[in-house]
């Protein structure tokens, strides 16, 4: 068995963060993940005025629950969609002109349904380029709050945003949503505001969330889940057996159920109290799966699917498409240039079984494409990335760490 520590939680640490910028007092948190994306968003919440120290184990925000102390600011966002997502809501809720922009891959993806929600709140915003799109400009005086809906279909983190905005308003939010995807991801979000003092009360499909003050803690980050998702998966393909700590069965992510797909197709899974262990057995079978609620897991499964013994279809996952890139397009693109048949329709894929050939992979300067197919290369030597270093937006020291394990498994 080995023991392999995961960096900190992507996810976890970008609520972290904008949780500890809008509450009360100090907060630390603890084994944040520093990466690309996160330390954007620390640098953003630098930019509107907070006051953010960062050391190797640990980060201290120091909150202010009225609102950045900049008058004005120029945020760039980097390629970090939850940068470029939360931060409008939170410069909304204060007061000051703020400019939101980010990397041309972020420019691409949208964030109207979040922009539009605002706008409807009364907030005054204007797109500089393509309509919702970024770059916008935000003229802050708060928000009153009141009821709302939300399109949640392409992504969760608009409703991500405006949870954890809602508490900063003056009256409150009742946010009634349609066509949510990676509803895990709004559980990690209503759990952190609990933990940061503010219970949101679901009514079927709407949030209400009351006017409150979110109040400082010292916070721990989780491993993160979908890292971990190419350790479980180079254990089953490959037959050996790996145990991620802090990833147990009250873990805040819901990516951890892709280690149930694996079970289905094979691995033995055990998951405790503070830890999940997989151990391949020497196969892997064809499935059928929804993966709307896991789809960053997606390109894992899909990369090591050729694997099985069967075909494996992945369904439901139509938001992938609209990713760092096209992720359903992108993995059939580089399965097929493998020498792998694949079928794609508007929100699945299907893989069938083969001995896919080394070739260059096309990242489209994604880090789970890269990643995913670097897990795969255990059974394909020769395999090469043509964007190695877009790992950086979250596991910056992945080749490193994978290099090291294969070391260890001797694979």
């Known amino acids: 068995m080995t023991v392999i520590a995961v960096p900190g939680s992507k996810s976890v640490t970008a609520r972290a963060l904008f949780l500890a910028a809008a509450a009360e007092g100090v907060t630390t948190l603890r084994r944040p993940l520093v990466s690309d994306d996160t330390e954007g968003f620390a640098e953003a919440l630098t930019v509107l005025g ?7 184990e ?3 925000i120091t909150g202010r629950p009225q609102g950045p102390a900049s008058a004005s600011a120029e945020v760039y966002a980097r390629d970090a969609a939850t940068a470029a997502r939360f931060l409008p809501a939170l410069a909304a809720a204060g007061h000051g002109d703020f400019r939101f922009d980010a990397s041309a891959q972020m420019r691409r993806r949208p964030v109207a349904p979040l922009t539009e929600a ?6 005054d915003l204007a797109y500089e380029g393509e309509s919702g799109h970024l770059p916008l400009r935000i003229a802050a005086s708060g928000i009153d709050g009141g009821e709302i809906e939300l399109d949640a279909s392409l992504s969760s983190q608009f409703l991500t945003a405006l949870l954890l905005a809602a508490p900063l308003t003056a009256e409150g939010l009742r946010i009634r949503v349609t066509g949510i995807v990676s509803v895990p991801y709004v559980e990690i ?20 969330v009351p ?5 400082a803690r010292d916070y721990p980050i989780e491993p993160d889940a979908s890292t971990a998702s190419y350790v479980f998966a180079a254990a089953a393909l490959s037959g050996r057996t790996a145990t991620v700590p802090g990833l147990g069965s009250g873990a805040l992510q819901g990516d951890l159920a892709f280690v149930d797909v694996l079970r289905r197709m094979g691995a033995e899974v ?3 109290a503070d830890a999940t262990t997989v151990t391949g057995t020497g196969r892997l079978s064809g499935v059928t799966v929804n993966m709307r609620d896991i789809s960053d897991t997606m390109p894992t499964l899909a990369a090591i699917a050729p694997f099985a013994d069967g075909p494996v279809r992945i369904e439901d996952v139509y938001n992938t498409r609209v990713k760092e890139c096209d992720r359903l397009d992108a993995c059939a693109q580089n399965l ?7 079928e794609t329709g508007r929100d699945w894929i299907e893989i069938h079984p083969g001995t896919p050939k080394p070739v260059e992979i096309a990242c489209h300067a994604d880090h789970r494409i890269a990643m995913s197919f670097s897990v795969a290369a255990l059974r394909t030597p020769g395999t090469t990335l043509d964007d190695p270093g877009c790992v950086k ?7 490193g760490f994978f290099a090291d394990l294969r070391r260890t498994w001797d694979v």
């Open 270 to 272: 055990e998951t405790t």
């Open 211 to 215: 006017s409150a003050t979110y109040q």
């Open 58 to 60: 640990e980060w201290r």
């Open 50 to 56: 907070y006051a953010v120290e960062r050391a190797p």
């Open 393 to 399: 937006k979250t596991f910056p020291g992945f080749h």
């Open 336 to 342: 097929r240039a493998q020498g792998i048949r694949v």
């Open 189 to 208: 979000t209503l759990a952190m505001m609990r933990a940061f003092g503010v219970e949101v009360v679901r009514e079927g499909d709407t949030f209400v």
């Open 118 to 123: 605002l706008r409807t709140l009364g907030v």
